[in-house]
């Protein structure tokens, strides 16, 4: 192949990759702007890994549930949801009002994130922390994680 093929080749590659980079992070925005909020209940995770370095690991009870359901419907890829007044939501096996998307990794279920970044030195902040406040787009199901509230719902 010669050198200007290869150089134009390469350029492509990149343009691609930062194109689809890109509309990725347009499409988080997205949902993160005009999404539904809902709140899942935080599940204890390996308490070895809750806090490392300058992220805290996740796990949702929704997951745990999700992963229950699953193993009745194989070949769903999104979840039917119930949300209650205080906006947290749960699953809905018989229907709900609106649907999660999620991936199967291995045998566990994935909502999009297991771990929040946080600023350096402000770990403590986060040690109340009970549930994750997400986005949830109401067409794709698509959800974000966009902060973490206490047991109170109170913004941490």
């Known amino acids: 192949m010669s050198a200007p093929l290869t150089r134009v080749l390469t350029l492509l590659g990149v ?5 689809g980079v890109n ?3 347009l499409q988080k925005e997205r949902v993160i702007r005009s999404g539904r909020t809902i709140y899942l209940e935080l599940a204890p995770v390996d308490p070895r890994s ?29 979840a039917p949801l119930i949300v209650d007044e205080r906006g947290v ?21 994935w909502l999009g994130t ?5 600023e350096e030195g402000t770990a403590g902040r ?20 966009v ?8 913004p941490l």
């Open 15 to 19: 343009v691609l990759v930062l194109g």
């Open 23 to 25: 509309a990725s992070i």
């Open 114 to 118: 297991n771990a929040y970044f946080f």
């Open 50 to 78: 809750l806090m490392q370095g300058d992220y805290m690991a996740l796990g949702f009870r929704l997951a745990r549930s999700i992963g229950s359901w699953h193993e009745t419907n194989p070949r769903a890829r999104r």
């Open 147 to 154: 902060g973490l509230r206490d047991g109170a719902l109170n």
């Open 126 to 145: 986060y040690s109340e922390a009970r549930f994750g406040e997400f986005r949830i787009d109401l067409s794709s199901g698509e959800a974000v994680l």
């Open 89 to 109: 939501a749960s699953l809905a096996p018989d229907g709900g009002e609106l649907e999660i998307a999620f991936r199967m990794r291995g045998d566990r279920v």
